[in-house]
């Protein structure tokens, strides 16, 4: 008896981590909790808002929620479970997939001009640690703090990004970073890029300190200097709408997944 509510229990904990509609299934099969149970804890009430987490997150990644300082402070076991488990996870392979599949269909020049930009934070490097210990984005961003974790060097890896980042090398598309972090702090990425299994970029472009503008403003100018310069934008990846609108947005854009903030 206690051996099969133990497996009850880990089965029911396995749907919990998975959140498929396949896990809950096979756990309605050997528990006897049904599925709806599974999924409570992951949609969360929302109340702020009268909307359940999972619309709420929708509507951020779709850029139909603009402006948002702070996700809603009911959400935060949600956007927990979302971040921690595989969700967030798989929601960034399919985005990978389809840029390999992207990648792998252009007909290269052959002759180095093609590039592909990458954001750094929340895309190549994630600062999920940091989040976790601060309310998942459910509380104000605060600068200090934010900028002590950075200056660690610490941010982890994103193995999606990653995968991407190492086929286009090997097809010949060279991966260019430009990031919103500043210039102050190239020698602390680098490390941190390094350290975590990064190499072969062609360029790490930071923004000047004191720059006054947009991200989008930012981060266009820089793509029309490459594009100035020769070079091909093919693709172009990001967490934020910032990072992937303005003109030259690249030759397509892929859009990761990040509910825990928001940069106009
Ligand atoms: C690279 O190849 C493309 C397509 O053939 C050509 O338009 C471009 O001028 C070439 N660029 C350089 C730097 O050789
Ligand atoms: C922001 O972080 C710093 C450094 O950890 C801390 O001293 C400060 O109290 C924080 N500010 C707020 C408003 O929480
Ligand atoms: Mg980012």
């Given at each position: 008896m206690a051996a099969a509510a133990a497996t009850g229990r880990l089965v029911l904990f396995v749907a919990l981590v998975a959140g498929s509609a396949w896990a809950a299934q096979k756990e309605e099969h050997v528990a006897t909790a049904p599925a709806i149970h599974a999924l409570r804890p992951l949609l969360g009430s929302g109340s702020d808002l009268g909307v359940p987490c999972d619309s709420w997150r929708l509507a951020v990644e779709a850029n139909n929620k603009r402006n948002w300082k702070t996700l809603p402070a009911s959400c935060e076991d949600y956007l927990g479970h979302y971040m921690l488990g595989e969700h967030y996870r798989r929601d960034s392979a399919v985005v990978v997939d389809e840029a390999i599949t992207y990648a792998e269909g252009l007909e290269l020049a052959g002759n180095g001009t093609e590039v592909w930009v990458f954001d750094i934070d929340e895309t190549s490097l994630?600062?999920?640690?940091?989040?976790?210990?601060?309310?998942?984005?459910?509380?104000?961003y605060n600068a200090t703090s934010f900028n002590e974790y950075v200056l660690e060097g610490s941010a982890l890896v994103l193995p999606e990004t990653q995968r991407l980042f190492n086929k286009l090398i090997s097809l010949g598309i060279k991966p260019v970073f430009l990031t919103g972090r500043t210039e102050d702090k190239r020698a602390i990425t680098v490390a941190n890029l390094c350290h975590q299994g990064y190499s072969g970029w062609m360029?790490?472009?930071?923004?000047?300190?004191?720059?006054?503008?947009?991200?989008?403003?930012?981060?266009?100018?820089?793509?029309?200097?490459?594009?100035?310069?020769?070079?091909?934008?093919?693709?172009?990846?990001?967490?934020?709408?910032?990072?992937?609108?303005?003109?030259?947005?690249?030759?397509?854009?892929?859009?990761?997944?990040?509910?825990?903030?928001?940069?106009?």
């Open positions: 994630s600062n999920l640690p940091y989040y976790a210990k601060h309310g998942f984005g459910t509380k104000l360029e790490l472009l930071l923004k000047p300190i004191g720059f006054k503008s947009t991200a989008i403003v930012y981060k266009s100018g820089e793509r029309q200097k490459l594009q100035d310069g020769g070079y091909i934008i093919v693709g172009n990846i990001g967490d934020q709408w910032s990072d992937i609108l303005g003109v030259p947005e690249g030759g397509r854009t892929f859009k990761l997944p990040d509910p825990l903030y928001y940069i106009g």
